[in-house]
């Protein structure tokens, strides 16, 4: 076991590799050269000349790259040219409100989409079966921005029961601590921390249930066909005949063995919900690193571009390989060779 | 039929969550918090360093005073920091006699021990003037509009005369100068606090976590999210009914619209002309509206040719079709313009040359100067939409149009706005659709912030036309204070504007709010600035906005 979690973080240190050669060529490319990375303290005159040098002009690429990686290693991802502040400390202050919609759109996607996988798959070629699949088509299909607009058009503006935009009712001043806002809404002494914590529970669900549609219709889909698989398994038979009833068979027996492929699809999900919470935050104003990034596009700030896609990048990545290690532990037939 | 609980329970836990939020409380603290839909974010927080009325909005108009400043919802002069002043015979000496017991806000960072005074007025005009104030350099942006306003020219001294009175000398006798004082680069920041900076080695936070007098004071802000303020408890005119001031930044001008009918926000910046007609199904919602201090432009960069040539500058202000613009972008709600200045200010000049769209003119023009085949150029428009262009993106398309007639390809180029105006700054473009609002309502701010030749060097000059005689003209209109006197030379700088024709001048606009029945004693400015000061809320009636729902 020990040796392949060993393996899986070789796998992850090439990715890495791989990954950091790329923005170190990227960042060839930006006018300014590598020397954005050079760490400005308040004064423009007083950083020295040698540090330039050091970082821009080395003799070979190697040094300079490895120069390169010792910044980025340490948490020196360069200044935002447009506010001035660290890009590594501005993307954990947006980040949080990625992962916590990202959070909302798979607990919403896993939620409705087992069930609704596995019911198709009890109702195989009946028609309870070929609405969801078909459904599902729709849902995998729909533009995403199409789809926010509708929902934002329906549920806030004519029944108004949704808010239209942003995290959290702007009466409600609370610190980022985790800048996760439903846990510091939580661990906030304001008199109103309650309602802080619905409002931003409330201001979750449309951002959380658009960004969510597309892994909900792949969720719903690979659950029913890996649950079709598995229900015709000998085992499930032996076990229907010994009595079991079919909820059990379904929830102890089946669905674990189905679960593993779901892993996978939720794994390769990942980056679906990264480029999709570009659209979606910036649709709802969620001030996420997703909006953060396409943001600094529009003002051409190479440091944060830079470090927004090595900084995402990284965390697909490390995703990734924490799904392995977890696959590796639901299915033990991984763990043999 | 067990296979259908899964079913419904599915169904059914997905909507307790959204009913379980449905019946959320009208809490009682938005009943004290104004909620601001703006549609960008600020450059900064310091007024010195840039021309952008967004970040006014956010910085000057919020957190700071000024030593005199415009009566709200005008341009006339009132006593602010300084509680009077006197203006010596020559017109070159002012004294300013300075309020006492101001207090600066304190924050987590600064908490003072002494109230304003005048070291703090030497400071903050020091830092923009002085090149070796180690306050100067702080920032990359530079102090744009004490420059392209030449003050540093202007001014040849200011002294301390003691803790509450302060004399500005200048070189020659300047009329506006008083408007200038209370225009928004002309703050006070506090010098004790640049102070304690400088010994924490600290400086880039004058800028950031800003320090005044004004009404509210900063507490959080997170770039294109929000900016959050509370009411400054010891502002010298009295603490503000309102407890918090948020600024909802929403870029995108129908969601701001949309979060306005949901209630989410009392106001919203920059209506499109959609929005204003729709508004009126509403009955909850008013709609602000004051006709414009404001022009907008498409400026030629004379350094770059073929822009180099009048006739070239000319043959574009026929080939573009005026009325077809104002139409289209502004939903016929702004006026054609033909100068720099906008008619309802004074000094207008009535009699400079009408141009009429004509393609056989401006092809006529075009052959003379041997570009019958056209040429290539680029055309800059902003991505963001101000009040006096509410789509610079589409203007420009319907310009490329328009110059495509003539063969005249154009490349659209645009940047978000702070790096737009950066690059515009550094002359990267050969033409930018531009615009101007007049901050302190007199003719001076117009010529001489965009068209004089120190405006060539800040930058602001965007057409980088330095014409002598015109820049001797409203030089000397600025040193006269006879009204008549300058109106005469006001007029004569226009006629040569004119002729020379640095721009495409295009539209002045109306400007328009949208707003919350429940805002009162909220003001229009001519300057198009949103000051908070003084504004109430009725508390939030959750009845009334359902109800008008069901009327729509």
């Known amino acids: 076991m020990l040796i392949l979690i060993l393996r899986q973080l070789l796998n992850f240190a090439v990715s890495f590799f791989v990954l950091t050669v790329f923005t170190f060529s990227l960042a060839h490319l930006f006018p300014q050269g590598l020397s954005f990375m050079i760490d400005q303290k308040t004064n423009n005159d007083i950083f020295s000349t040698e540090q330039i040098e050091l970082v821009t002009q080395t003799s070979h690429v190697l040094d300079s790259y490895f120069q390169y990686i010792s910044q980025i290693m340490t948490g020196h991802f360069g200044q935002s040219e447009v506010r001035g502040g660290s890009v590594f400390e501005e993307f954990f202050v947006y980040f949080p409100a990625t992962l916590e919609l990202s959070f909302g759109a798979i607990l919403f996607a896993l939620g409705l989409g087992l069930p609704l996988g596995i019911f198709a798959a009890k109702n195989k070629n009946r028609w309870p079966d070929k609405l969801i699949v078909s459904t599902t088509l729709v849902g995998y299909s729909i533009p995403i921005f199409w789809w926010a607009m509708l929902l934002v058009l329906f549920f806030s503006l004519l029944l108004g029961i949704t808010p239209v935009a942003s995290r959290i009712g702007f009466e409600f001043d609370i610190s980022p601590v985790t800048g996760f806002m439903l846990i510091d809404t939580l661990i906030s002494n304001q008199p109103y921390a309650k309602e802080a914590f619905f409002s931003a529970l409330h201001h979750l669900i449309l951002p959380a249930i658009v960004l969510g549609t597309i892994p909900l219709a792949v969720i719903t889909r690979s659950t029913r066909s890996s649950m079709i698989s598995v229900l015709s398994e000998d085992y499930i038979r032996s076990a229907k005949a010994r009595g079991i009833t079919s909820t059990q068979v379904i929830w102890m027996h089946a669905l674990r063995n189905a679960l593993i492929p779901i892993i996978t699809t939720l794994g390769l999900q990942i980056s679906v919900l990264i480029t999709g919470s570009l659209l979606t935050e910036s649709i709802f104003s969620w001030p996420g690193a997703g909006k953060w990034l396409l943001e600094a596009v529009y003002r051409r700030d190479f440091p944060v571009i830079h470090g927004g896609i090595l900084a995402i990048a990284s965390f697909v990545i490390l995703t990734h390989l924490l799904l392995d290690i977890l696959s590796m532990m639901v299915d033990p037939k991984q763990r043999r060779h | 039929m067990k296979n259908l609980r899964f079913f419904i329970f599915a169904i059914v836990s997905s909507n307790i969550i ?359 150029m680029d055309l800059w428009a902003m991505p963001v939409q101000r009040t006096y262009n509410p789509n610079a993106i589409k203007m420009a398309e319907l310009i490329q149009q328009d110059l495509n007639k003539l063969n005249i390809e154009t490349e659209i180029i645009s940047y978000e706005f702070g790096t737009f105006l950066e690059k515009i700054k550094d002359g990267e473009h050969q033409t930018a659709l531009l615009g101007w609002i007049g901050d302190n309502g007199d003719p001076d701010n117009f010529f001489t912030s965009l068209l004089s030749c120190a405006a060539v060097n800040s930058g602001n000059n965007a057409s980088f036309w330095c014409d002598k005689e015109f820049d001797q003209l409203i030089t000397e209109a600025g040193r006269k204070s006879n009204i008549k006197t300058r109106t005469q030379l006001y007029i004569q700088a226009q006629q040569k504007f004119s002729q020379a024709m640095p721009w495409v001048p295009i539209a002045h606009a109306r400007q328009y709010i949208l707003a919350h029945k429940r805002i009162k004693n909220f003001k229009l400015t001519p300057t198009d600035g949103m000051f908070f000061s003084g504004v109430t809320l009725e508390p939030v009636n959750t009845q009334v906005i359902q109800s008008s729902d069901e009327n729509r």
């Open chain 2, 18 to 376: 959204l009913l379980g939020c449905n019946d959320e409380r009208a809490s009682a603290v938005r009943d004290n918090v104004l909620v601001y839909c703006s549609e960008a974010s600020p450059q900064s927080f310091n007024p010195q360093l840039v021309t952008s009325g967004t970040t006014f909005d956010a910085s000057s108009r919020q957190i700071y005073n000024r030593l005199v400043e415009f009566k709200p919802g005008s341009s006339h002069i009132t006593s602010s920091l300084a509680t009077r002043w006197d203006i010596s015979a020559s017109g070159k000496e002012y004294i300013f006699y300075l309020r006492r017991n101001v207090q600066f806000q304190s924050t987590d960072k600064f908490q003072p021990t002494r109230p304003f005074n005048a070291d703090d007025v030497l400071f903050s005009f020091q830092r923009q003037w002085k090149t070796n104030h180690p306050f100067h350099r702080v920032s990359s942006l530079g102090f744009r509009y004490f420059e392209s306003m030449g003050l540093g020219e202007l001014i040849k001294d200011i002294v301390k005369l003691d803790d509450y009175r302060v004399k500005f000398i200048l070189n020659n006798p300047d009329a506006p100068f008083l408007a200038t004082l209370a225009m928004d680069f002309t703050s006070i920041l506090s010098a004790e606090y640049a102070h304690q900076l400088i010994l924490k080695d600290d400086l880039a936070s004058i800028d950031t976590q800003p320090v005044g007098t004004g009404p509210f004071q900063l507490t959080r802000y997170q770039a294109d999210a929000f900016i959050r303020y509370k009411a400054h408890p010891e502002y010298w005119k009295g603490k503000e009914q309102l407890e918090g001031l948020v600024f909802a930044i929403t870029p995108d001008a129908s969601l701001r619209f949309a979060r306005l009918i949901a209630g989410e926000c009392d106001l919203m910046a920059k209506p499109l002309p959609i929005h204003i007609k729709s508004a009126a199904d509403y009955p909850e919602l008013i709609t602000l509206s004051e006709p414009g201090s404001n022009v907008s432009y498409l400026a030629m960069n004379t350094n770059k040719p073929p822009f180099d040539n009048p006739k070239v500058r000319l043959a574009l202000n026929y080939a573009i079709n005026k009325k077809a613009l104002l139409k289209i972008v502004y939903n016929d709600t702004a006026l054609i313009a033909k100068n720099p200045i906008p008619p309802n200010m004074w000094s207008y000049n009535e009699n400079t040359l009408d141009i009429e769209f004509s393609l056989t003119k401006a092809k006529a023009l075009l052959d003379s100067v041997g570009l019958e085949n056209g040429f290539k």
